[in-house]
């Protein structure tokens, strides 16, 4: 097997940006039988997530997480991830097989000089670039996640948990108008915030 079960321990640093995101915009990217969960009248809450795991079971490996919805399903709550890219073929086997995510190949490109940036692509195509701008004092918390996907055709619930060494940023978010998460519609500013180190558990999921 090219992965281990669940749970799975992720060890890097990255990025995460909140947005608030039109309920119509996103309802294209979540199932039917999902109900999307309004923070706002209209509007949702979304996020953009880059990492860079030093450490996990399937080796080092990039992550880019497109979160389009906070969704409920059977009385249970949690985040909707539509896109998801990585650039470990054993992620993606191990993300597809065990949670039902729906992980594909890209490429990655840090530039931690300066202002820190990083641009994902899937060959010739941009998926987005996140720059920081500034960087506050940090502050450790621990921190947990619940996430809803669908494994053939059953929905599941797991959640990842650990502790973050957050700091709030500064950041613009391009995404190109051909990207496939552009109809979300972004924008190019957020809540946003720099973790360095995180370590995350990654549980193991059940059906809902």
């Given amino acids: 097997m090219p992965y281990p079960p669940a749970p799975w321990i992720l060890e890097g640093y990255g990025f995460q940006t909140l947005h608030l995101l039109d309920v119509d915009l996103a309802r294209r990217f979540v199932p039917s039988d999902l109900q999307i969960i309004q923070v706002l009248p209209g509007k949702t809450l979304g996020g953009v997530y880059l990492v860079y795991y030093s450490n996990s079971p399937v080796e080092a490996y990039n992550e880019l997480i497109i979160v389009s919805g906070i969704v409920t399903h059977a009385g249970k709550v949690g985040a909707w991830i539509s896109h998801l890219y ?19 190949l890209a490429q990655f490109r840090w530039n931690l000089e300066g202002f820190p940036q990083v641009h994902v692509s899937q060959n010739d195509l941009a998926l987005c670039t996140l720059t920081c701008a500034r960087r506050s ?3 450790n918390l ?3 996640a619940p996430v809803l996907s669908q494994l053939d055709s059953k929905v599941m619930l797991f959640s990842g948990h650990g502790k973050f060494n957050l700091q709030l940023i500064g950041s ?3 995404v190109p108008s051909s990207s496939p998460f552009s109809p979300l519609n972004f924008g190019r500013s957020g809540l946003s915030f720099y973790s360095n180190p ?11």
């Fill in 137 to 139: 004092p940090s502050l």
């Fill in 172 to 174: 613009t978010l391009d």
């Fill in 142 to 144: 621990p921190l947990a």
């Fill in 198 to 208: 995180l370590k995350i558990t990654v549980e193991p999921p059940h059906i809902v």
């Fill in 86 to 104: 990585v650039d470990n073929p054993n992620s993606v086997e191990g993300g597809r097989n065990i949670w039902g995510l729906p992980k594909e």
